[in-house]
């Protein structure tokens, strides 16, 4: 989905601000921000992971909206969750897990990372909030 952010918060930051929706499409915000990503913030939805290994070497902060959970009203993930008493908690947390752990192994080194997800504050999500807190830099 697109993100709305207030763009004028991170002007101290950097002096090009590029949003994937706000200023413009995914291709073009891309490539805008590639032109000085020394002095850029980038927002983006997770489109770009795809297109992460491209932009990575320029990445110092990687923030998370929220945790890329599976969506519970897909027929198959639904049909999956079923299998467990707490489908949600027994299974979409586990392989969320697991593809955040992939993507860390793989991009973590020398980032620092921050979850803007208030679940992770819950009892629940105790393991979830371990596992990446051991790839380094993490804020929730």
Same mark, same amino acid.
């Given at each position: 989905?697109?993100? *709305? =952010?207030? !763009?004028?918060?991170? %002007?101290?930051?950097? *002096?090009?601000? @590029?949003?994937? /929706?706000?200023?413009?499409?995914?291709?073009?915000? +891309?490539? %805008?921000?590639?032109? *000085? =990503?020394?002095?850029?913030?980038?927002?983006?939805?997770?489109?770009? !992971?795809? !297109?992460?290994?491209?932009?990575?070497?320029? &990445?110092?902060?990687?923030?998370?909206?929220?945790?890329? @959970?599976?969506?519970?009203?897909?027929? !198959?993930?639904?049909?999956?969750?079923?299998?467990?008493? *707490?489908?949600?908690?027994?299974?979409?947390?586990? #392989?969320? &897990?697991?593809?955040?752990?992939?993507?860390?192994?793989?991009?973590?080194?020398? #980032?620092?990372?921050?979850?803007?997800?208030?679940?992770?504050? #819950?009892?629940?999500?105790?393991? +979830?909030?371990?596992?990446?807190?051991?790839? /380094?830099? +993490?804020?929730?």
């Amino acid at each position: 989905g697109k993100i *709305n =952010p207030n !763009l004028s918060l991170f %002007q101290r930051v950097g *002096n090009h601000i @590029f949003a994937v /929706g706000k200023t413009g499409g995914l291709a073009k915000t +891309l490539e %805008q921000f590639l032109e *000085n =990503p020394e002095e850029s913030v980038l927002f983006a939805t997770s489109a770009i !992971l795809p !297109l992460l290994e491209k932009i990575l070497p320029f &990445l110092k902060v990687i923030i998370f909206q929220k945790i890329p @959970f599976e969506f519970s009203y897909y027929p !198959l993930v639904k049909l999956r969750q079923t299998k467990f008493p *707490n489908g949600f908690i027994s299974y979409t947390v586990p #392989k969320a &897990l697991l593809r955040l752990k992939q993507f860390l192994s793989r991009f973590a080194s020398g #980032k620092t990372f921050i979850f803007l997800d208030p679940r992770l504050l #819950k009892r629940e999500y105790r393991a +979830l909030v371990e596992e990446l807190a051991a790839h /380094g830099k +993490l804020y929730l």
